[in-house]
């Protein structure tokens, strides 16, 4: 599975769009990328996926560069709720976790 | 449904000591598997299992064991544990492997003093 780049930590104010870059620039034609968030200690939690075009679900987008070498997840309005550590995962087979974005809103 | 649950939620072992950390899921999902995650780290992938009698290793599994005998349980053995081995626990299950959703439970804290 290719392997993904991200900033240790960023943060955001409250009501702001946030926007987590990942780079996975060996990413393979049959490897979707994946979001997940990790909040306090609790299990990961799913939030989008996608393989070659943009995505949108409730709670967040995921734009995808044209040559698929990088990704950025956007949190449209985030809350306080969102502070949490963001994992982008490169999949093919099995999921293999990095360290993360650790986001920080504030208020 | 509750989804993934793990047992018990905390846990302290003495150095030697076996245990087995419990993972059931309710979803009828085919595809198992258990990572650790250490203080500041990502998640690793310990073992997982593609189906009842299946099982394969995953990046860290030296000193523990699992088997799966039914599709909801796929409980991890840590045969004699080490403080090398303390850390957050999550089980997880999915339709299959690879690209798809993945449901978390909510860990299992392990210390080995």
């Known amino acids: 599975d290719a392997k993904t780049t991200q900033p240790p930590s960023m943060d955001c104010a409250e009501g702001r769009a946030a926007n987590l870059p990942c780079n996975h620039s060996?990413?393979?034609?049959?490897?979707?990328v994946y979001w997940y968030r990790q909040i306090h200690s609790q299990g990961p939690q799913y939030i989008i996926h996608g393989l070659k075009n943009n995505e949108t679900n409730e709670m967040a987008s995921l734009i995808i560069t044209e040559d698929r070498k990088s990704s950025t997840l956007i949190l449209p309005h985030a809350t306080l709720r969102d502070t949490a550590v963001y994992y982008c995962?490169?999949?093919?087979?099995?999921?293999?976790f990095g360290a993360g974005t650790r986001l920080t809103v504030k208020p | 449904n509750a989804g993934v649950t793990q047992t018990p939620k905390f846990q302290v072992l003495k150095t030697g000591q076996s245990m087995t950390l419990q993972c059931a899921q309710d979803?009828?999902?085919?595809?198992m598997s258990w990572y650790r995650q250490d203080p500041g780290m990502g998640l690793r992938l310990i073992h997982y299992?593609?189906?009842?009698?299946i099982t394969d290793q995953g990046e860290v599994p030296n000193g523990y064991n699992v088997s799966r005998s039914t599709t909801e349980d796929f409980p991890l053995r840590l045969l004699s544990a080490a403080p090398s081995q303390t850390s957050v626990y999550f089980c997880a299950s999915s339709w299959g492997r690879g690209p798809t959703e993945a449901f978390f439970g909510q860990g299992t804290r392990l210390t080995v003093v």
């Open positions: 979803m009828n999902h085919e595809y």
């Open positions: 060996t990413i393979s034609g049959n490897e979707y």
């Open positions: 299992s593609v189906g009842a009698g």
């Open positions: 995962i490169v999949i093919a087979d099995d999921m293999r």
